[in-house]
C-alpha cells in the first residue's frame, strides 16, 4: 500500500525524515529479515540511517503478515524505479532525479551504478541535513556525483530552478522518480508535476507511483488503503489524490508526453515476485511510465 499506516508518536515527533519515508525504509529492512530469498530489493542502509529504538518491529504498522502486501509494494516500486534508471542508463541518460528522496539509499547502496550517474535527491532542507549527519555519522561518504537539493515545496519553491542550480542540466535526458509522493498532493499539484517533467529534454522518462480508487481494490487491499488513510491523516499528511490509470495515463499525454503506460501491482507480482513459496506479492499503489519521447 501507501507509505503511511499506523503513526508511531515517537517517530513521528522525531527530527529528520518524514514519518512516511521513515516507514518505507523499515519495511525495506523488514523485506530482508522476514522474507525468503531472493529478496526484491535489498537495503539495510536505510535501517541503519533511521537507527530507530530497539522495539521498532513490534509496531503495528510493522506486522509481519498484515502488512506483507505493504512490505512488497515498497520493494517492489522501489526495484522497478531502479530497474529503469539502469536501464536509460544503457542508453546513455546519466541524470537520476528522486523527487521527495526521503530515506532512498539508492546512490550510496549501488555505488556502481551511482558513479556513472548524476543523482539529484530533492527534499525539504530538513530532511536533507538529518540525511547528511547520519551519514557521516555511520562513516559512510557522500557519493561525488550525489547532489543534495533542498526545496520548500511549501513556500512554492520552484524544484526545476533549484535543480538547475545544483548542476543538472535541462537540455539532456533524464529519468525523474516520484515514488510515494502523488497521493499526498492535490490533483493540481499533481498536473504542475506532470507538465513540469514532460518539458524536459527527449529521452527523459518519469516513473510516479499513485493510488488506485477503492473501487478498482480487492477487499484485502481495499481495507489495507482504509487504514493507510487513517494513518496518514493521523500524522498530519492525508491523502490528497487518486486515479483510475487510464485517466493518469490520458493526462500524462495531455501534459505533453510523448508515450505514456500503466504498470499495475499484478505486472509488478509477475516480474518480481513469480514462483515465491511464500505467496509475497504487492498490492495497492501502482505506477505510471511516461516519457518524452
Same mark, same amino acid.
Given at each position: 500500500?501507501?507509505?503511511?499506516?499506523?503513526?508511531?508518536?515517537?517517530?513521528?515527533?522525531?527530527?529528520?525524515?518524514?514519518?512516511?519515508?521513515?516507514?518505507?525504509?523499515?519495511?525495506?529492512?523488514?523485506?530482508?529479515?522476514?522474507?525468503?530469498?531472493?529478496?526484491?530489493?535489498?537495503?539495510?542502509?536505510?535501517?541503519?540511517?533511521?537507527?530507530?529504538?530497539?522495539?521498532?518491529?513490534?509496531?503495528?504498522?510493522?506486522? &509481519?503478515?498484515?502488512?506483507?502486501?505493504?512490505?512488497?509494494?515498497?520493494?517492489?516500486?522501489?526495484?522497478?524505479?531502479?530497474?529503469?534508471?539502469?536501464?536509460?542508463?544503457?542508453?546513455?541518460?546519466?541524470?537520476?532525479?528522486?523527487?521527495?528522496?526521503?530515506?532512498?539509499?539508492?546512490?550510496?547502496?549501488? &555505488?556502481?551504478?551511482?558513479?556513472?550517474?548524476?543523482?539529484?535527491?530533492?527534499?525539504?532542507?530538513?530532511?536533507?541535513?538529518?540525511?547528511?549527519?547520519?551519514?557521516?555519522?555511520?562513516?559512510?561518504?557522500?557519493?561525488?556525483?550525489?547532489?543534495?537539493? &533542498?526545496?520548500?515545496?511549501?513556500?512554492?519553491?520552484?524544484?526545476?530552478?533549484?535543480?538547475?542550480?545544483?548542476?543538472?542540466?535541462?537540455?539532456?535526458?533524464?529519468?525523474?522518480?516520484?515514488?510515494?509522493?502523488?497521493?499526498?498532493?492535490?490533483?493540481?499539484?499533481?498536473?504542475?508535476?506532470?507538465?513540469?517533467?514532460?518539458?524536459?529534454?527527449?529521452?527523459?522518462?518519469?516513473?510516479?507511483?499513485?493510488?488506485?480508487?477503492?473501487?478498482?481494490?480487492? &477487499?484485502?487491499?481495499?481495507?489495507?488503503?482504509?487504514?493507510?488513510?487513517?494513518?496518514?491523516?493521523?500524522?498530519?499528511?492525508?491523502?490528497?489524490?487518486?486515479?483510475?490509470?487510464?485517466?493518469?495515463?490520458?493526462?500524462?499525454?495531455?501534459?505533453?508526453?510523448?508515450?505514456?503506460?500503466?504498470?499495475?501491482?499484478?505486472?509488478?507480482?509477475?516480474?518480481?515476485?513469480?514462483?515465491?513459496?511464500?505467496?509475497?506479492?504487492?498490492?495497492?499503489?501502482?505506477?505510471?511510465?511516461?516519457?518524452?519521447?
Amino acid at each position: 500500500m501507501s507509505d503511511a499506516v499506523a503513526v508511531d508518536p515517537a517517530l513521528d515527533a522525531a527530527p529528520g525524515p518524514e514519518p512516511t519515508a521513515a516507514r518505507v525504509a523499515l519495511w525495506r529492512a523488514l523485506h530482508v529479515e522476514l522474507d525468503a530469498p531472493p529478496h526484491v530489493l535489498t537495503d539495510t542502509v536505510g535501517l541503519a540511517l533511521l537507527d530507530p529504538p530497539a522495539d521498532w518491529r513490534r509496531r503495528g504498522d510493522m506486522h &509481519p503478515e498484515r502488512m506483507r502486501s505493504t512490505r512488497a509494494s515498497m520493494v517492489g516500486r522501489g526495484r522497478f524505479v531502479e530497474d529503469v534508471v539502469t536501464g536509460e542508463l544503457a542508453h546513455g541518460v546519466t541524470q537520476y532525479v528522486i523527487l521527495g528522496a526521503g530515506v532512498d539509499t539508492f546512490a550510496v547502496r549501488r &555505488p556502481d551504478v551511482a558513479a556513472q550517474l548524476d543523482v539529484f535527491e530533492v527534499d525539504r532542507p530538513g530532511p536533507q541535513d538529518w540525511k547528511r549527519r547520519r551519514l557521516d555519522a555511520l562513516g559512510l561518504a557522500v557519493p561525488e556525483r550525489l547532489r543534495f537539493v &533542498p526545496v520548500d515545496f511549501e513556500d512554492g519553491d520552484d524544484w526545476l530552478r533549484r535543480l538547475a542550480e545544483a548542476g543538472f542540466a535541462p537540455g539532456r535526458p533524464a529519468v525523474v522518480g516520484s515514488a510515494g509522493v502523488s497521493m499526498y498532493l492535490t490533483p493540481a499539484a499533481n498536473q504542475d508535476l506532470l507538465r513540469r517533467v514532460a518539458g524536459l529534454a527527449p529521452g527523459s522518462t518519469l516513473v510516479l507511483t499513485f493510488l488506485p480508487p477503492d473501487d478498482l481494490l480487492g &477487499p484485502a487491499d481495499r481495507e489495507g488503503l482504509r487504514a493507510a488513510r487513517r494513518g496518514a491523516a493521523a500524522a498530519g499528511t492525508p491523502f490528497l489524490s487518486s486515479y483510475h490509470p487510464a485517466d493518469l495515463v490520458e493526462l500524462a499525454l495531455d501534459v505533453g508526453f510523448r508515450q505514456a503506460r500503466h504498470v499495475s501491482h499484478d505486472e509488478l507480482a509477475g516480474r518480481y515476485f513469480a514462483g515465491r513459496p511464500d505467496g509475497l506479492r504487492p498490492g495497492g499503489e501502482e505506477i505510471l511510465v511516461a516519457t518524452t519521447e
